[in-house]
C-alpha cells in the first residue's frame, strides 16, 4: 500500500490550494477514503470523506462550505480542493482508507499565512 500525497504549500488567507493524494497496492474503488490533518501539537483529525463511489461525502463542521473532496477511480487518486483558506487550516494533510489507522503516507503540508 502506498499512499502519496501532493498539493500543499503557503498561501495567503482567502486563498486555494488543491491537494492529491494517488494511491497504489490496494483497490481503491473498493474503499472509501478520508483526507485527515494535522496541525503542530495537535492530535490528527478528519476532514472531509468520499464514499467508495464517490456518491456521498462528509465534512467537519469548520471546512463545510470551503472545501471539496472528490475522487477519480480511474487514476486512483483522491482530491481535497481547499478555497477561502484561513490560518487555522495550517496543517500536514494525510490521506488513507476508511477503518485504517496504518499505512500513512508522508503527507503534504499547507501553510496559510499572510
Known amino acids: 500500500v502506498q499512499l502519496v500525497e501532493s498539493g500543499g504549500g503557503l498561501v495567503q488567507p482567502g486563498g486555494s490550494l488543491i491537494l492529491s493524494c494517488a494511491a497504489s497496492g490496494f483497490t481503491f474503488r473498493a474503499y472509501a477514503m478520508i483526507w485527515y490533518r494535522q496541525a503542530p501539537g495537535k492530535g490528527r483529525e478528519m476532514v472531509a470523506r468520499?464514499?467508495?463511489?464517490?456518491?456521498?461525502?462528509n465534512y467537519r463542521d469548520s471546512v463545510k462550505g470551503r472545501f471539496t473532496i472528490s475522487r477519480d477511480n480511474a487514476k486512483n487518486t483522491v482530491y481535497l480542493q481547499m478555497n477561502s483558506l484561513k490560518p487555522e487550516d495550517t496543517a500536514v494533510y494525510y490521506c488513507?482508507?476508511?477503518?485504517?489507522?496504518?499505512?500513512w503516507g508522508q503527507g503534504t503540508q499547507v501553510t496559510v499565512s499572510s
Open positions: 468520499i464514499s467508495h463511489n464517490g456518491s456521498r461525502t
Open positions: 488513507n482508507r476508511d477503518g485504517f489507522s496504518s499505512g
